[in-house]
Nanobody, 123 residues
């Protein structure tokens, strides 16, 4: 079983940057895929990016390419989402997710989810 806890969200001005973190605790060994999603109130959760176990392969949805960077540090059991040039439209609740199934690559389904971290971008 995998438990995920996000952090790093907050209020930031447009044009700024944030780095979101996802701390992972695991009760069972094995590799897993990590991903980030975002969700606005009343809307569906949208896929942002995913990264393989060793970090060797990443995948981004087209709308975030160039501004968002997914990474992970397995020694620290932590994943990251760097967001640059923030826009008011990036205001959302951001979730990290994990799966041990390769069938989840890249958009899911994901078995494990964090509680989310809020990002609010002011204009």
């Amino acid at each position: 079983q995998v438990q995920l806890v996000e952090s790093g969200g907050g209020l930031v001005q447009a044009g700024g940057s944030l780095r979101l973190s996802c701390a992972v605790s695991r009760r069972t060994p094995g590799s897993y895929i990590m991903a980030w999603f975002r969700q606005a109130p009343g809307k569906e959760r949208d896929f942002i990016a995913a990264i393989t176990w060793n970090g060797g392969t990443t995948y981004y949805t087209d709308s975030v390419k160039g501004r968002f960077t997914i990474s992970r540090d397995n020694a620290k059991n932590t994943g990251y989402l760097q967001i640059n040039s923030l826009k008011p439209g990036d205001t959302d609740l951001y979730y990290c997710a994990g799966t041990t199934s390769v069938r989840g690559w890249p958009r899911g389904p994901y078995a494990y989810w964090g509680q989310g971290t809020q990002v609010t971008v002011s204009s």
